[in-house]
């Protein structure tokens, strides 16, 4: 079983490293054309809001609530059945998000506003995100029906389709930032086109995987359907429980739109490095990990549920550790040799490197969420991660208001830095009191190999550490060099410090075959 998990997760990591390199070269890209103006801070608020709605409902909430549902019709039920279901779901939740999309478009100066207050003093900035909001909003409903069709993908293994997915966005992107925008004396439409474009194009790539299933859905309004309704009713709470993280981004940048101009954009780059890790593992992960705890718990078998969650959480735990260490000590670096070029000026490699290394402190609370989640939505039960996530998200604006809007009025140099703290304690405090709430369930109890793991990783993390410290050198240094001369220096940083972490594992005991059994 855990070769299977590790192939499928093999597959989901790579297809999503893909994703994330795609990504990163858009990001360059944007970076270098753009840099971290007022119209990359317009695009960024204007796709941030289809892409938060998107992370909130499609991937949050209704994957959550959809995945087990499905899982638990192909268990117990036949084909016929799972295909009724598809089709009830999609009629439903099309016709939803085509009248949220409607309200949006009509909606988007009151949208902008909202999310984005700071804006409106600026008339033309303001203006600019409306326009591109426009073109935006749409992108919900496209990847909304895109995550309807991955959650019945996941459901039967076909993980590789879903995760090549992601990467046509990116490649969209690169097209209009790179070779359409620069003809064009409104770069930012282009872009917002851009993201409409990739949108359709990306419902479109799944339908012929859909057909192979035969669970291409043909759309019907059946809301009286019992497993229609049951997802509803699941969704409805994990809204809100699933997706704090983007709720505390979100206001992240709504608090970011009144700071001085390029806020947005540091905290987008450096959220953007943060966003790679998770992606290539800890978002893999989950994935994978969810159907096979909701198969576990259909078939009544709690001791295989707490044997894979165990091993998920020990897995994210050798992962995701040193990845926040090396974020954390290559901040500057990696800013300088990614973005570090073009109208992507040394204040702004500086001012990003701050955020992410703010991002970094709360990476394991990201990586832990979306590892633990699954253990609840597995069992159908969406109502304690919301109770989790109002906790958590009090927490981040009570430091909010308490802190960040204090320190920015008496003058303090990165108020932005400080935002990206907030939301980072924030995602800990969720994971630990999801932890404490499984083991208060008597759902999962923590295996006798944390007992050597733990002082393991610490170790290793610390060599590592003291490593990228060494070698890293004077980061201002980074931005006189030519950039075949950053990349080299960083994949020298990465790599020795992967091996050093690695070889300090190994020194205190750590094997492979200690992670290939659940």
């Known amino acids: 079983m855990t070769r299977g998990f590790l192939r499928s997760t093999g597959v989901v990591g790579s297809l999503t490293l893909l994703s994330r390199i795609s990504g990163v070269v858009r990001d360059m890209v944007y970076s270098q054309a753009f840099g971290a103006g007022t119209m990359m801070d317009a695009f960024l608020v204007a796709f941030k809001i289809p892409n938060f709605l998107r992370r909130l409902t499609a991937e949050g909430a209704f994957s959550q609530a959809f995945v087990p549902v499905i899982t638990e019709y192909k268990v117990r039920r036949e084909h016929a059945e799972v295909r009724q279901l598809v089709a009830g779901v999609t009629g439903v939740f099309g016709v939803l998000l085509f009248v949220i999309t409607v309200i949006g478009v009509i909606a988007a100066p009151v949208l902008a506003f909202l999310f984005a207050p700071g804006f409106h003093d600026d008339g033309k900035q303001f203006d600019a995100t409306v326009e591109m909001l426009r073109f935006t909003?749409?992108?919900?409903?496209?990847?909304?029906?895109?995550?309807?069709?991955?959650?019945?993908?996941?459901?039967?293994?076909?993980?590789?389709?879903?995760?090549?997915?992601?990467?046509?966005?990116?490649?969209?992107?690169?097209?209009?930032?790179?070779?359409?925008?620069?003809?064009?004396?409104?770069?930012?439409?282009?872009?917002?086109?851009?993201?409409?474009?990739?949108?359709?194009?990306?419902?479109?790539?799944?339908?012929?995987?859909?057909?192979?299933?035969?669970?291409?859905?043909r759309p019907r309004w059946d809301r009286a359907h019992e497993g229609v309704r049951r997802i509803a009713r699941l969704m409805l709470p994990g809204i809100f429980g699933s997706s704090v993280a983007q709720v505390s981004l979100l206001l992240d940048t709504l608090i970011a739109s009144f700071l001085m101009a390029g806020s947005i954009s540091w905290m987008y780059y450096a959220d953007r490095l943060v966003e790679f890790p998770m992606g290539v593992f800890s978002i893999a992960l989950a994935t994978v990990i969810l159907p096979g705890l909701s198969t576990h718990h259909a078939g009544d078998s709690p001791q295989k549920f707490n044997a894979t969650l165990d091993w998920a959480?020990?897995?994210?735990?050798?992962?995701?550790?040193?990845?926040?260490?090396?974020?954390?000590?290559?901040?500057?670096?990696?800013?300088?040799?990614?973005?570090?070029?073009?109208?992507?000026?040394?204040?702004?490699?500086?001012?990003?490197?701050?955020?992410?290394?703010?991002?970094?402190?709360?990476?394991?609370?990201?990586?832990?969420?979306?590892?633990?989640?699954?253990?609840?939505?597995?069992?159908?039960?969406?109502?304690?991660?919301?109770?989790?996530?109002?906790i958590a998200l009090a927490i981040n604006m009570t430091f909010n208001l308490a802190v960040v809007v204090p320190a920015y009025r008496n003058a303090f140099p990165v108020p932005h830095a400080l935002l990206a703290l907030s939301t980072g304690l924030s995602a800990i405090i969720n994971a630990t009191l999801l932890y404490r709430g499984l083991r208060r369930q008597g759902v999962y109890a923590p295996s006798a190999h944390w007992r050597r793991l733990l002082p393991q990783i610490g170790f290793a993390c610390a060599a590592m550490a003291t490593f990228l410290w060494w070698i890293s050198g004077d980061w201002a240094a980074w931005t006189e060099w030519k950039p075949v001369a950053r990349a080299l220096q960083l994949a020298l940083c990465v790599g020795g410090g992967a091996v050093v972490y690695a070889l300090a594992l190994w020194l205190m005991g750590a094997r492979p075959r200690d992670l290939k059994s659940i």
């Open 137 to 217: 909003f749409p992108y919900i409903f496209f990847i909304s029906l895109v995550a309807l069709g991955s959650g019945v993908l996941n459901s039967y293994g076909r993980f590789w389709v879903p995760a090549f997915n992601q990467i046509l966005l990116n490649v969209i992107m690169i097209i209009a930032a790179g070779v359409v925008a620069p003809h064009f004396q409104n770069p930012g439409l282009v872009l917002a086109i851009g993201v409409f474009v990739a949108g359709f194009i990306q419902l479109l790539a799944q339908f012929p995987a859909l057909r192979k299933l035969d669970l291409l859905p």
């Open 313 to 390: 959480l020990r897995l994210t735990m050798i992962v995701a550790t040193p990845a926040s260490v090396g974020l954390l000590m290559l901040s500057g670096p990696m800013m300088a040799t990614l973005f570090g070029y073009g109208a992507f000026s040394t204040r702004d490699v500086l001012m990003s490197s701050y955020a992410l290394m703010a991002y970094s402190l709360g990476l394991m609370g990201f990586s832990l969420v979306k590892v633990l989640a699954p253990g609840y939505f597995a069992r159908q039960d969406t109502k304690t991660p919301v109770k989790v996530g109002i």
